[in-house]
């Protein structure tokens, strides 16, 4: 547990942030719902365009067909809300159309825009609902298939789905896991890798200790799957993870969303 040393309620509620994969049966009301993605709506967004939405799926058929789409994650069907948070253009473009007003908002540019839009406004809702003592976990998954889930939640043109988020009343008590150093993501005024080793390395030590990765351990010999490295830590963890291309169906999808990429 992070020793506090602050009486900041705000900062301690982040400190105290989990993933929770294990929820109660009980549903949330729709008010609840709204008040948590009304906090969403309270973060920034560029130029106040509030490029994004949220689908909330609470029907037990489709969170069941998105927990297959997105690995087989079984906190997909336990939890009470799945929430789709989407890059969405669409919104603007159908209110150019209706003006027959000029839109070009299918560049790169436009898609991050969105996409941090989006964000943005899924931390704010995930900060709101763990003040509330709800529990959440957010599911990158979702792209994993996102051709799928486009069609199961009816997409339009424009709406991309960016992350996944269950949530509900946790029912789990999960470890903190450590991040890392502060000195290994903060520079001052220009960016820097001095002691990056050292500290990567004693990042390595505090994360071997919590014994997350006991039984996680990803070969780093893909024909020898029991081979596995005497000391396996987060840079082994992580190397492995980014050791072969994700999703490369995306770019397409994106296109045939709408978003150019020009």
Known sequence: MIEFDTTNSTIEDLYKHRSIR?????????????QVVTAGQRASTSSNLQQYSVVIITDQAKRDKLAELCGGQKHISQAPVFMAWCADVSRLRRAAARVNAPNEIGYVENFLVSA?????????????AESLGLGMCYIGGIRNNSQAVIDLLQLPEGVFPVSGMTLGWPDANPIHRPRLDVNAIMFWDTYGTDNEE??????????????IYDGRQIPADPNNPNAKPQRYGWQSHSLRRVSAPKRVEMSDVLKKQGFKLK
Do not use: C, F, R, W
């Open 198 to 211: 050292a500290l990567l390395e004693a990042y390595d030590d505090k994360m071997i200790e919590t014994g």
């Open 116 to 128: 941090v839009d989006a964000a943005l406004a899924m931390q704010n809702a995930a900060v709101a």
């Open 22 to 34: 294990a929820y109660k049966t009980a549903p949330l009301s729709k008010e609840l719902i709204t």
